[in-house]
């Protein structure tokens, strides 16, 4: 797909959604919903950069704000109410992260005598640990573009919940695990095991958030500081196998690799070793899942194919970032060969984007029970440094 932002097209997408999700014009009652946010908070800075025009910023914000006053505070359907954190109104709205963020489902979460339905779970509320990361990086985004130390005092408050509800210990080998689903209260787990990239992703995510340039107002983020929660997850990284062959999950590896990338030049942390490992289970999975690729769009799930495009594009910045400084990468022939072999499917992202363009492949059924997170994916994909944020 071409370099250059195809303004027209993100904008009328972005506009499309910021209208029928209720955020312009607003409406009383809102769809919020974590991950599809969080991307879209992204394309409206990314437009914001690209045009120039304050309005996009204007819709960032307030989608910020209007997820914090939706998702961090209980369903209308539960009888309890307020914020999730337990806080008075007021102090609330000045830490409206503090008890972390519902996933925004349809339905209520499951309660505690309930029994399990797995693919009832799916569509029940709570707290998504892969969620909530992204929304973390959400924040920090806006803490870049707009330099408002708020944004990220909320990622980094979050950070500190969400990890102390995820994280435990198991009784039978005495290491420690994500829950992949917690309750809305973050009292109990739904989904015990463990999602797949969820410590790296977190343990990258909470890096960039630690590494933020905080010179101006220290203060505010010294009680916040990851450093142990940084620790945690990089012993729960240790040796563990990243394979997928799930295009979401390789397209948030490839991206994962480009955030950690970027640390390793802006913050001079982050080892060559993982990033290397990542690289490499991402070709053993790109070997795997393309197959899927060929089947009629009825067949298929954009937001999933999406997910690979967008990580994908993050191949050639990161290519970019190493030949930018040497410096930062230790053993960067090594770097290069892997990224040599990871732009050869660069033509798979190309091909993902042109067939969704297709209106008669959006026509289908898997694209209309999916709207809203296919169109602001498909966003990110066409304009995807907002989100990659590229050095």
């Not at 994500?178 to 973050?186: A, G, N, Q, R, T």
């Not at 954009?302 to 030949?323: C, D, Y």
Request: net charge negative.
């Amino acid at each position: 797909m071409k370099e250059q932002l195809p303004v027209d097209l993100v904008r009328n997408i972005m506009s499309e959604f910021a209208e029928q999700t209720g955020l312009s014009p607003v409406r009383s009652r809102p769809q919020r919903y974590l991950w599809t946010d969080a991307f879209a908070v992204c394309n409206f800075l990314e437009l914001y950069r690209q045009t120039g025009d304050a309005s996009f910023k204007a819709l960032a914000l307030a989608l910020v704000d209007q997820v914090h006053e939706t998702l961090g505070r209980y369903r209308p359907d539960d009888s309890r109410s307020g914020w999730l954190s337990g806080m008075e109104e007021d102090e609330g709205k000045l830490h409206p992260t503090a008890g972390g963020l519902r996933i925004g489902k349809k339905m209520n979460e499951r309660g505690p005598n309930d029994p399990l339905d797995e693919e009832l779970e799916w569509e029940r509320d709570g707290q998504y640990y892969h969620y909530l990361t992204k929304w973390m990086h959400a924040l920090h985004c806006v803490a870049t573009v707009t330099s408002d130390i708020r944004y990220q005092q909320w990622a980094r408050e979050l950070a500190k919940q969400v990890h102390a509800g995820f994280i435990f210990t198991s009784p039978f080998d005495g290491r420690r695990y994500l829950h992949w689903k917690m309750s809305v209260d973050l009292s109990r787990p739904l989904v015990p095991s463990m999602g797949q990239h969820d410590p790296l992703e977190g343990f990258i995510t909470y890096s960039h958030l630690q590494s933020y340039n905080i010179s101006a107002e220290p203060q505010q983020l010294t009680a916040l500081d990851l450093s142990t929660e940084i620790k945690e997850l990089a012993d729960i990284c240790r040796d563990r196998n990243w394979t997928t062959e799930d295009p979401l999950g390789l397209g948030g590896l490839l991206c994962n690799a480009l955030q950690l990338a970027q640390l390793m030049i802006t913050a001079r942390s982050g080892p060559d070793k993982l990033l290397l490992a990542m690289l490499d289970y991402s070709l053993l999975g790109l070997a795997s899942c393309l197959n899927n690729l060929l089947l009629p769009a009825r067949y298929r799930l954009a937001f999933r194919e999406f997910g690979l495009s967008i990580g994908l594009h993050a191949v050639k910045r990161m290519q970019r970032l190493i030949e930018k400084d040497h410096e930062a990468f230790q053993d960067r022939e090594a770097l290069y060969a892997r990224i040599e072999k990871l732009l050869v499917f660069e033509a798979v992202g190309i091909q993902i984007e042109q067939f969704w363009l297709e209106a008669a492949n959006r026509a289908v059924d898997s694209w209309q029970e999916h709207g809203a997170i296919n169109m602001v994916m498909q966003a990110t994909s066409l304009a995807p440094d907002g989100f990659l944020q590229t050095l």
